[in-house]
């Protein structure tokens, strides 16, 4: 059973529509005490840092998540919900993330190229993980984003080159992030979605 946290406007809908599509088991949850016994979570997001942060701490989610994450259940944040699982963003410098991995996320800077960062780009993998069994060393994916996480030697699965090289899918012991959105990536999308429920 996949659980998806349901955070006020995230994508948790159309994650929940993809695994169906996938015929994968999965829930869409708003109350943290379904997580008791989860073992594959996905935390969606799309919008603002501070508006999920406020979300996951008003709703009890945040000490359910980490004790999930020690406990080795299994965790996949997918845009913003990636974002989250660090300390904090340039977006909302009162806010806090989930601190599950050390990393901050920064604004695009740039003069020449639009942001947001909308649209296909390509993922250029730099470490194998079950998460990308199939890819191969460089696929397709959607994104929607003005912050990023930077490229950590340590953390990062992949980058993007976006006027800056940063990550677009990080990764450490049973946790795993996404900047681009699956759910909306065809089939390389998919296969992120199905190789996490086999992970």
């Given at each position: 059973?996949?659980?998806?946290?349901?955070?006020?406007?995230?994508?948790?809908?159309?994650?929940?529509?993809?695994?169906?599509?996938?015929?994968?088991?999965?829930?869409?949850?708003?109350?943290?005490?379904?997580?008791?016994?989860?073992?594959?979570?996905?935390?969606?997001?799309?919008?603002?840092?501070?508006?999920?942060?406020?979300?996951?701490?008003?709703?009890?989610?945040?000490?359910?998540?980490?004790?999930?994450?020690?406990?080795?259940?299994?965790?996949?944040?997918?845009?913003?919900?990636?974002?989250?699982?660090?300390?904090?963003?340039?977006?909302?410098?009162?806010?806090?993330?989930?601190?599950?991995?050390?990393?901050?996320?920064?604004?695009?800077?740039?003069?020449?190229?639009?942001?947001?960062?909308?649209?296909?780009?390509?993922?250029?993998?730099?470490?194998?993980?079950?998460?990308?069994?199939g890819l191969g060393l460089e696929f397709s994916a959607y994104f929607s984003h003005s912050y990023?996480?930077?490229?950590?030697?340590?953390?990062?699965?992949?980058?993007?080159?976006?006027?800056?090289?940063?990550?677009?899918?990080?990764?450490?012991?049973?946790?795993?992030?996404?900047?681009?959105?699956?759910?909306?990536?065809?089939?390389?999308?998919?296969?992120?979605?199905?190789?996490?429920?086999?992970?």
């Open positions: 059973m996949i659980y998806i946290i349901g955070a006020p406007s995230s994508n948790a809908k159309a994650v929940y529509y993809a695994y169906k599509d996938l015929g994968i088991e999965c829930k869409i949850i708003v109350n943290p005490l379904e997580l008791l016994d989860a073992r594959k979570v996905v935390l969606p997001g799309v919008g603002a840092f501070g508006a999920l942060s406020k979300f996951l701490i008003e709703s009890n989610f945040n000490d359910p998540l980490r004790s999930l994450i020690d406990e080795g259940a299994k965790l996949l944040g997918i845009c913003l919900g990636m974002q989250i699982l660090g300390h904090g963003s340039e977006e909302a410098v009162e806010e806090s993330g989930l601190k599950a991995l050390e990393v901050n996320c920064r604004k695009f800077q740039t003069l020449d190229l639009r942001v947001p960062h909308t649209g296909w780009d390509q993922v250029l993998v730099s470490k194998n993980h079950e998460i990308l069994d990023f996480v930077p490229v950590e030697k340590e953390l990062t699965l992949a980058s993007t080159d976006y006027g800056v090289g940063f990550t677009s899918i990080i990764g450490r012991d049973n946790i795993i992030g996404v900047q681009f959105h699956p759910e909306r990536s065809q089939s390389n999308g998919r296969k992120i979605l199905s190789n996490f429920a086999d992970w």
